[in-house]
């Protein structure tokens, strides 16, 4: 299986010329559509989001993960790499910072093939597509064994109190787990102070609250009602936890 984290959105060729280079090199191969409107332009945010998701897919999944702003730079490296039995292959911005710290026993690649056509805009079609394919065919990754301090960001903080995601409701998701923050706290976000609650039928309608959502991080929403709009939320925005 293929997992697909981008930013690219559905509008446009992009998903459509990704999966097109994914079915030419593995043929028959499950390709799961995780989402295409990861944060754009911010690996910082989609490391925290996808670090949040992957817990639902089985071991040998193979997730190619494309947030890269930075394409094109020669400084920023392509990467593959093996946490907690999944695969990731993607660029080397920070993308897979999360997902390889809260590992076990993570390992790190410099992927050093190159396909004969490297468009210099496109690497998630012709470099990251065919590498995913590869591993996925149980192929070992194509490049060089790094040491994870070579390569991670230890300047990361292990949750990020940050919105990190609007959803199509307008809930806001935060880099926070929920497991790691009291029930009785409050959260203050966009001037306000919001409580916890279970679900969205505990509170009244257009009331604030913070919940912990189905990936285990911490939400806020508005009970049939729109956060964003009401908080005047947005990517970035800070999160205090009293």
Known sequence: MITLFTDFGWEGPYVGQLKAALIREAPGLAIVDLMHDAPVFNPRASAYLLAALVEEFPLGSVF??????????????????????????????????????????????????????????FHGRDLFAP???????????????????????TDWPDDLAEIIYIDHFGNALTGLRAACVNDTAELQVGG?????????????????????????????????GRADKLLHLGIGDAVEVA
């Open 64 to 121: 190619l993960a494309v947030v890269d702003p930075g394409v094109g730079d020669p400084e920023r490296r392509p990467a593959v790499v093996h946490a907690d039995g999944r695969w990731f292959v993607g660029p080397d911005n920070g993308l897979f910072n999360v997902v390889a710290i809260r590992s076990s026993r993570p390992q790190w690649w410099d992927i050093t093939w190159q396909p004969p056509h490297l468009s210099r805009s």
């Open 131 to 153: 590498v995913a394919a590869r591993l996925a065919r149980g192929e070992p990754p194509p490049g060089k064994q790094r040491a994870l301090e070579q390569r991670v960001r």
């Open 192 to 224: 306000c102070a919001l409580r916890r609650a279970g679900t969205f039928a505990e509170v009244g309608s257009g009331e604030a609250f913070w919940y912990e959502n189905s990936s285990g991080l911490i939400e806020i929403a508005v009970n049939q």
